[in-house]
């Protein structure tokens, strides 16, 4: 949902005075935040909020523009994908989905080179350092469309007793370009597959020819993606 602080609400309609904006939070509490910011910056008669579970809810009117950034990386996590489906049978005939589409990229990289952070690029300090690699497109997601199962084959072109699976994705706004490239921002952060558990990396050995076949539903977490040799 929009969250306590509805930025992307907040800016379209500071951006335009014509704009009227709907944003939807499941959480009570967070929307009567929402909604006192919203009081707070005078735009009351232009924002509202609907407390409600965005998967379900109907809105009152038609959606010009429909907006989600409920998404992860890799589209791991959350629901963005049952939230824009449903409320695409609401959007005008004319109307924009956004993001228009989400492509994913995955690749096999040997441990010992993800632990040479030299090797690396970082996005911020607080950000896992990624290796600069050959990816593989994995498939992708366009706004509107049903939760996407993904299922892949990984060549790997590498000999490694320790090696992972790192996964990422594109976020594309309009006319296939990307609004977030890869390693420009949290949610196109690489991210190696971690154990179940989810307290370490997950790892695999490979040799050169070798294949693994990932399988996962948009949604999914990441200690929930089957890999198979």
Same mark, same amino acid.
């Given at each position: 949902g929009c969250g306590a602080v509805p930025i992307l609400g907040l800016y379209a309609a500071m951006q335009d005075k014509n704009v009227a904006v709907v944003c939807i939070e499941k959480n009570p509490a967070a929307a009567k935040i929402a909604e006192k910011y919203i009081d707070l910056l005078g735009l009351t008669e232009r924002i509202s909020v609907l407390c409600g579970d965005a998967r379900t809810i109907t809105p009152a009117a038609e959606i010009d523009i429909l907006v989600s950034e409920t998404m992860d990386v890799a589209l791991f996590n959350e629901p963005m994908a049952d939230i824009l489906a449903h409320l695409k049978t609401f959007v005008a005939e004319n109307g924009a989905i956004l993001p228009q589409e989400v492509k994913l990229y995955a690749s096999i990289i040997p441990m010992a080179e993800y632990s040479n952070a030299s090797s690396y690029s970082l996005v911020d300090v607080d950000a896992a350092p990624v290796l600069s690699t050959n990816w593989q497109a994995i498939g992708g997601y366009k706004g509107g469309d049903s939760r996407p199962s993904i299922e892949i084959t990984l060549q790997s072109d590498i000999t490694s007793d320790e090696a992972i699976v790192v996964l990422t994705s594109e976020v594309m706004v309009a006319n296939n370009v990307p609004v977030l490239s890869m390693n420009t921002s949290r949610l196109t952060q690489p991210m190696p597959l971690p154990e179940h558990g989810g307290k370490n990396i997950r790892l695999f050995t490979t040799v050169s020819g /070798?294949?693994?076949?990932? /399988?996962?539903?948009?949604?999914?977490?990441?200690?929930? =993606?089957? =890999?198979s040799s």
């Open positions: /070798s294949q693994l076949r990932l /399988s996962y539903t948009a949604g999914d977490h990441p200690t929930d =993606v089957h =890999v």
